[in-house]
T-cell receptor, first 111, second 116 residues
Framework: QQQVKQSPQSLIVQKGGISIINCAYENTAFDYFPWYQQFPGKGPALLIAIRPDVSEKKEGRFTISFNKSAKQFSLHIMDSQPGDSATYFCAFHTGGFKTIFGAGTRLFVKA | GAGVSQSPSNKVTEKGKDVELRCDPISGHTALYWYRQSLGQGLEFLIYFQGNSAPDKSGLPSDRFSAERTGGSVSTLTIQRTQQEDSAVYLC??????????????FGNGTRLTVT
């Protein structure tokens, strides 16, 4: 069973700080790694995604870093804002139809 | 354009009753998925529909769960003889094709099911 392990389970960061969420995967067959952001009462929405042939992708304050040898990828949120408070899911897509999600990280950014 | 629409947004039912949850995917999206999200948990895959192909039901937790997709569009998830452990948010998602880098999942806001 392909799995992706996400940490930490919850995270509290001061406004302006850096939020870091990590994910480790087991399978080596993959297409890409998406991250989804979910606000309370809403469904998850794609935030950013990275292909395995690049080591980093940046979109605004959000950066994905990918370490293929360590089988890890991480999301960095620079200059974290209270509006970033949400649950973040890393995910793992293997080329089939299933997207396997991590357990989620609840981020709270203190004003 | 319109996103994925799910109804009802909330459903409270008594243990043992049957419930139907509805999903209207984004127009033109051929792939449709159901996921379950228990309180504070991740997303558990339930079932997948792609075009006219036979659905993949490998994630359905028991034979009390079933789903249909009529006309390649609207989908209904049915839970028979509901149990308290079925209480969760049921999320529907659609994508333009089988998911890929350029075809992410688009989720609805879910149906919060509470079994009393």
């Amino acid at each position: 069973q392909q799995q992706v392990k996400q940490s930490p389970q919850s995270l509290i960061v001061q406004k302006g700080g850096i939020s870091i969420i990590n994910c480790a995967y087991e399978n080596t067959a993959f297409d890409y790694f998406p991250w989804y952001q979910q606000f309370p009462g809403k469904g998850p929405a794609l935030l950013i995604a990275i292909r395995p042939d690049v080591s980093e992708k940046k979109e605004g304050r959000f950066t994905i870093s990918f370490n293929k040898s360590a089988k890890q990828f991480s999301l960095h949120i620079m200059d974290s804002q209270p509006g970033d408070s949400a649950t973040y899911f890393c995910a793992f897509h293997t080329g089939g139809f299933k997207t396997i999600f991590g357990a989620g990280t609840r981020l709270f950014v203190k004003a | 354009g319109a996103g994925v629409s799910q109804s009802p947004s909330n459903k409270v039912t008594e243990k043992g009753k049957d419930v139907e949850l509805r999903c209207d995917p984004i127009s033109g999206h051929t792939a449709l998925y159901w996921y379950r999200q228990s309180l504070g948990q991740g997303l558990e895959f339930l079932i997948y529909f792609q075009g006219n192909s036979a659905p993949d039901k490998s994630g359905l937790p028991s034979d009390r769960f079933s789903a249909e997709r009529t006309g390649g569009s609207v989908s209904t998830l049915t839970i028979q003889r509901t149990q308290q452990e079925d209480s969760a948010v049921y999320l529907c998602a659609s994508s333009l094709a089988s998911t890929g880098y350029n075809s992410p999942l688009h989720f609805g806001n879910g149906t919060r099911l509470t079994v009393t």
